[in-house]
C-alpha cells in the first residue's frame, strides 16, 4: 500500500511516515517547505495522509481536492490509529504539557525492560536520534495530541494523562469542549485497561468524576509522592510529575522498581525542551518550545533551580495569535522569575494575521517585557545588554 504524507516534515508526522515505511508501507511526502504540494503526487497513490494543518493551510489546494474526490484522504493520526496500531497494546500519553517528554520516558523504560517497544512523538529523543523507534515487541507508545480530536484515532490499553487546560481556543472554543474530548478519549480505553492520571491537576481533577466506566482500572499520581533517592538530570518539577506518571505506568506493566529508577535517572532531556543550545563569554543560551503560560512558567522555575542566583533572559517568539490572545492573563504571572523578557512578531502558524493582536499588546501585559519584533534586533539587543553568567531562554 503506497501512502503519500502530506506535510511530511511536521514534528509528529515524520515518526509515523518513518514508522510506516519501516512497517513495509511504501510512502512518499510532500510539504509546504521542502517544495510543496502537488496534484502528481497523487499518482499511484492508495492513501493521502494529511497533518490537520492542511485543513487551514492549504484547504483549496488541488492536491488535497482531489484526493477527496477519490475518497483517499485521512489524517495521519487516522492512518496510524487504523494501520499503525493495529494488532498493538497501544499507550497513549495526552495532556495539555509534558506529552513528548513522557512519551520518551515511556519508550526508554519499556526499552530497558526488554519490551522492544515501538514509540511516536513529536520531539526528537539523543538515544534514538529519531523522533520514533520501531521495536519488535507488543507495545506501541504514541504522543496523543487534542488537537483536531486527533487523540480519538486511538483506541489504548493504557493513557497517561499529565494535565488539561484551555489550549487551542481557536479549535475548542472553551474549556467545557476540551474537558468533552477528554472524556470521550478516556472512553476508548480498551476494556480492562488503565488510566494514569495527575492528581495534582485540576483540569484532570475536573475530569475524573465524568468518567463512567466501570471497566477500567483508574490510577493516579502525585508530585508529593516523587521518591527522594531519585536524582533527575532534567530539572523541575514539572519533570519529577512526567517521572511520577512513569513511577506508575512501571507499576501497571509489573516493571522492576530498581529498573525504572534507572531509566529515570538516565534521562537526559528530549530535543527542544530546555536544550542547552551552546555556551560563549559565560552566558548560556537555551532552548525550549514552550508556548503556553503554564509551560513557560515551569521552565522558568526548572532553570532558576538549576541557576539560583543568574539573569535569565526569556526570548519568546509567540505561537499564534488566538492562544496568547486567550491566556494573556496569564503571561505576568508566567515571568516572575525572570530578570527580562522580550517578545518578537508572532509566529502565525496555521493562522492569519488580523491585525488586532500583535507582540506588542503582549509586552504591555507583561512586567519587565520588550517589544523587539525582529530576531536581528533581538541578537543586537542581548549582545550590548547581556554579561558573563547570564542565561537566555529562547
Known amino acids: 500500500m503506497h501512502v503519500h504524507f502530506m506535510g511530511i516534515t511536521g514534528s509528529g ?4 511516515a518513518a514508522i510506516a515505511k519501516a512497517y513495509g508501507f511504501e510512502v ?22 494529511v497533518t490537520p494543518a492542511v ?12 484526493a477527496k474526490q477519490k475518497g483517499i484522504v485521512m489524517t495521519w493520526q487516522e492512518f496510524m490509529g487504523k494501520y499503525l496500531h493495529k494488532d498493538k497494546q497501544v499507550i497513549c500519553i ?4 509534558g506529552k513528548s517528554t513522557t512519551t520518551a520516558l ?17 520531539a526528537s ?19 496523543a495530541d487534542e488537537y483536531y480530536h486527533n ?29 468533552a474530548a477528554y472524556a470521550k478519549f478516556v472512553s476508548q480505553i480498551k476494556p480492562g485497561g488503565t488510566l494514569i492520571y495527575n492528581l495534582d491537576d485540576s483540569g484532570n481533577r475536573q475530569l475524573i468524576p465524568k468518567i463512567q466506566s466501570s471497566k477500567i482500572s483508574i490510577v493516579g499520581y502525585s508530585l ?8 533527575l538530570n532534567v530539572p523541575g518539577n514539572h519533570n519529577k510529575s512526567n517521572a511520577m506518571s512513569i513511577i506508575k505506568l512501571a507499576e501497571v506493566l509489573k516493571i522492576n522498581r530498581e529498573l525504572t529508577n534507572q531509566a529515570l535517572t538516565n534521562f537526559s532531556g528530549i530535543s527542544r525542551r530546555l536544550e542547552l543550545i551552546g555556551q560563549k563569554h559565560g552566558i548560556y543560551v537555551y532552548d525550549d518550545y514552550a508556548n503556553h503560560p503554564t509551560s513557560y512558567a515551569a521552565t522558568l522555575q526548572a532553570l532558576r533551580e538549576k541557576y539560583p542566583e543568574k539573569r535569565i533572559w526569556a526570548v519568546i517568539e509567540p505561537h499564534t495569535f488566538s492562544r496568547p490572545k486567550a491566556t494573556l492573563p496569564g503571561y505576568p504571572a508566567a515571568f516572575k522569575l525572570a530578570h527580562q523578557v522580550i517578545i518578537s512578531k508572532i509566529f502565525a502558524s496555521r493562522e492569519t494575521d488580523l491585525c488586532d493582536f500583535s507582540g506588542a499588546d503582549i509586552a504591555a501585559a507583561t512586567p519587565r517585557s520588550l517589544y523587539i519584533p525582529e530576531f536581528s534586533e533581538i541578537v543586537s539587543t542581548l549582545k550590548v545588554e547581556t554579561q558573563p553568567g547570564d542565561i537566555i531562554l529562547v
Open 94 to 97: 495526552a495532556g495539555a504539557h
Open 151 to 179: 487523540f480519538l484515532n486511538y483506541h489504548p490499553q493504557i493513557v497517561i494523562l499529565t494535565m488539561i487546560e484551555m489550549d487551542h481556543p481557536e479549535y475548542f472554543g472553551s474549556f467545557d469542549k476540551i474537558l
Open 28 to 49: 512518499s511526502g510532500c510539504d509546504l517547505k521542502t517544495g510543496g504540494h502537488d496534484v502528481s503526487h497523487l499518482e499511484g497513490i492508495d492513501i493521502l495522509a
Open 13 to 16: 508526522v515524520s515518526a509515523a
Open 224 to 231: 508529593t509522592d516523587f521518591p527522594k533517592k531519585i536524582k
Open 55 to 66: 485543513f487551514f493551510q492549504s484547504s483549496q489546494h488541488s492536491e488535497l481536492l482531489t
Open 125 to 143: 529523543v539523543p538515544a534514538w536520534n529519531a523522533n520514533f523507534r520501531v521495536g519488535q515487541g507488543k507495545y506501541f507508545i504514541s504522543e
Open 106 to 122: 515511556a519508550g526508554l523504560l519499556l526499552e530497558a525492560a526488554k519490551f522492544d517497544p515501538t514509540v511516536e512523538l513529536g
